[in-house]
T-cell receptor, first 115, second 112 residues
Framework: SQTIHQWPATLVQPVGSPLSLECTVEGTSNPNLYWYRQAAGRGLQLLFYSVGIGQISSEVPQNLSASRPQDRQFILSSKKLLLSDSGFYLC??????????????FGPGTRLTVL | GENVEQHPSTLSVQEGDSAVIKCTYSDSASNYFPWYKQELGKGPQLIIDIRSNVGEKKDQRIAVTLNKTAKHFSLHITETQPEDSAVYFCAASMNTGNQFYFGTGTSLTVIP
């Protein structure tokens, strides 16, 4: 069966510090990968998605970036955090587009607080 | 692009009553409509989904209906229980790109 991991689970960082959040998926190959942000009491905002190694699409211009160095690894980064970057960051995966299923499966999330 | 609207934003029901959450979408090319349940501090969990070639789908106490002509779909929870309390999100998707467009969520409270 497939599982998705995110770490860290919680993070408190000062403004201007760098960020690296990691997401890994087990039990599948060549998944689509996604990064979402969820502000307190709000919906899900798609930040980045990737259909393969080194292939990243950005949905929202901002000071965040994403990378996919391996097939099942997705990293969210920032060089300098802003207060507005605080939120709940969710990684998700789905089978290949055009496959039988379109489901997206979410990880447990990372709670980021920027002070 | 696709726009998904979800109502109501909050919903309180007595235990045992039914709950209905409604979503509308704008792009007629959308063909996959999942529903997620998110408990506090956790990632969303897929609870039921429906594809555009089906009008209704049921899984025990949960059902989803889809009206393609009107571009709306709804989640129905019967015989609600306190453990149904959570935030529920609808979404719409097309095959191309596999991107999901989410509603803004409904906070459901089931009162014992």
């Amino acid at each position: 069966s497939q599982t998705i991991h995110q770490w860290p689970a919680t993070l408190v960082q000062p403004v201007g510090s760098p960020l690296s959040l990691e997401c890994t998926v087990e039990g599948t190959s060549n998944p689509n990968l996604y990064w979402y942000r969820q502000a307190a009491g709000r919906g899900l905002q798609l930040l980045f998605y990737s259909v393969g190694i080194g292939q990243i699409s950005s949905e929202v211009p901002q000071n965040l970036s994403a990378s996919r160095p391996q097939d099942r690894q997705f990293i969210l980064s920032s060089k300098k955090l802003l207060l507005s970057d605080s939120g709940f960051y969710l990684c998700a995966w789905s089978p290949l587009a055009g496959g039988r299923y379109n489901e997206q499966f979410f990880g447990p999330g990372t709670r980021l607080t920027v002070l | 692009g696709e726009n998904v609207e979800q109502h109501p934003s909050t919903l309180s029901v007595q235990e045992g009553d039914s709950a209905v959450i409604k979503c509308t979408y704008s792009d007629s090319a959308s063909n996959y409509f999942p529903w997620y349940k998110q408990e506090l501090g956790k990632g969303p969990q897929l609870i039921i989904d429906i594809r555009s070639n089906v009008g209704e789908k049921k899984d025990q106490r949960i059902a989803v209906t889809l009206n393609k002509t009107a571009k709306h779909f709804s989640l129905h929870i019967t015989e609600t229980q306190p453990e149904d309390s959570a935030v529920y999100f609808c979404a719409a998707s097309m095959n191309t790109g596999n991107q999901f467009y989410f509603g803004t969520g409904t906070s459901l409270t089931v009162i014992p």
